[in-house]
């Protein structure tokens, strides 16, 4: 598999991913971008706004904040000690929005893919899981 980053690109996309303001969505969109896909972005007539739409394929890619969006089993989904039950409340709501915009995605035909904001750590795997998702094999 050639690889898609120079080292130069690949140290300025990590210094991205770790940087305080990264942006899931951004670094995802630029990983399609190179692997050759067009796509269109925020298409607001889909349940959910989906971040990365690819008509064509009748896909979409949602690249979704491991907290806010409560990432199952992850480190960074851990809910706060106090406050509890605003924070309950506001998460679990956020959980059933999503859950709701999945289904209706996947009725109207579209294939879904959620990147989780901690995937972004290893570049390589999360490349291998966009490729399996977007090729039509
Ligand atoms: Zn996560």
Not at 6 to 24: C, F, H, I, L, Y
Not at 63 to 73: D, E, L, N, V
Request: glycine share 6%.
């Amino acid at each position: 598999m050639p690889d898609l980053f120079s080292p130069e690109e690949r140290s300025r996309v990590m210094a991205k991913v770790r940087g305080q303001d990264t942006n899931p969505e951004k670094i995802v969109r630029s990983l399609i971008h190179r692997m050759g896909y067009r796509f269109r972005l925020h298409v607001k007539d889909l349940p959910g706004k989906p971040d990365i739409v690819l008509p064509k394929h009748r896909k979409v890619v949602f690249a979704h904040g491991c907290f806010w969006r409560q990432h199952p089993g992850c480190e960074h989904a851990a809910r706060p000690g106090s406050n509890t039950e605003y924070w309950n409340k506001k998460l679990d709501r956020n959980v059933i929005r999503d859950q709701e915009h999945l289904e209706r995605l996947l009725y109207l035909g579209w294939n879904v893919l959620i990147v989780w904001e901690c995937e972004l750590k290893d570049l390589d795997q999360l490349v291998e899981k966009l490729r399996r998702f977007l090729s039509d094999e």
